[in-house]
């Protein structure tokens, strides 16, 4: 049985070893001139490979469709992802959030692991060869290269999504797919920065335990508790890149990023702590009295944005302007333009449609033996590893069924 591979990502490596550890002949195509040059920037270089929880836990952080991926989960767990890492010779260590690391915090000792297995399973690998189109054959299926036309009895489409294009990620598969009858949902950026209007004095600015909420006037859409970070034209971070993968439907002309600054405390309480700074500091003007209750960076902007006289003695501070200082602490807010493109996105989100493929195969309800697994599909998770997983569970689940069928 010959099986081609298309795509050098993790669900492309997984589902060419697992077939061809199953006895099937497997050719492996890559555009790139190596392998895995996604996977060889993730995690800024250290690589994520998964989180160390539970199977129905991993399903809590996924976004889109994780009933469609209860079947895959739970067939290659995020134990049996470390179970196999470190049998192969991988060691790895488990981090904060349970996000899981190669101990040497190289992603390039994750390619050589999985480069070596692609090699002691015979898998015929085909460097910078482009796959220009995917056809049905009454033999099975006709890949079209650059140089060449070949055929295979099954095919599996492990291509990715469309962010960070210069690895190779530029929707190939949805091409593929989408010849071939299916259905494309469409794509959009998942973990990604949201762009907002007038932060850039704030760049580089870092705060933790903030609750960051996309807002339409007073109307909270969603919101997301945990760190950030200012850029010079965003707004990015942990809490800003899940809250990214859950409003890039969103679109709307007045929408605003708003962080509450205390969120431990309500308006009752933050007054009387202002009181408080406030009496320890009654002959001081008023923007030098924000130290004790604000970064450094930010006095400045939030003493701005409540309309205080930055010269106003603290002392002369009326309880009109308290609350209105009050109010930007609670929601600091900055006009939303919307998220980053997607080309700079950590994942994608959409692709092709899972109510076409079968859950526990990864096979095409519409075409028999095609396959598709990873970011190709229209699955996404929130960051710490969740995404990798994704990608090595469904490429288990394709090489297996495709080899055993």
Known sequence: MRIAVIGGGPSGFMSAITAAQNGADVTLFDKNEKIGKKLYISGKGRCNLTNNCAPQEFLTNVVNNGKFLYGSIFKFTPSDAMDFCERHGLALKTERGNRVFPNSDKSSDVIKMFAGLLRENNVNLRLNCKILSVELDKNGFLLTTISDIVCFDKVIIATGGVSYGSTGSTGDGYVFARKLGHKIVDVRPALCRLLCADVAELEGLALKNVLVSLKDNERVIDSEFGEMLFAKDAVTGPAVLTLSSRINKIKSEN???????????????????????????????????????????????????????????????????????????????????????????????????????????????????????????????????????????????????????
């Open 255 to 405: 929408l605003f990023v708003a962080i509450d600054l205390k969120p431990a405390l309500d308006c009752e309480k933050l007054d009387a702590r202002i009181l408080r700074d406030f009496s320890k500091k009654m002959n001081k003007n008023f923007i030098n009295a924000l130290d004790d209750l604000l970064p450094e960076r930010l006095i400045k902007t939030v003493a701005r944005l409540s309309g205080i006289p930055l010269d106003k003695k603290v002392n002369q501070i009326t309880f009109s302007e308290r609350n209105k200082l009050i109010k930007v602490i609670k929601s600091l807010s900055f006009k939303y333009l919307g998220t980053d493109s997607i080309d700079f996105a950590i994942v994608t989100a959409g692709g092709v449609d899972v109510k076409e493929v079968n859950s526990s195969t990864m096979e095409s309800k519409l075409v028999k033996n095609l396959y598709f697994c990873g970011e190709v599909l229209d699955v996404d998770a929130y960051t710490g590893g969740f995404n990798i997983q994704i990608a090595l569970s469904t490429g288990y689940s394709a090489g297996k069924s495709a080899s055993c069928n």
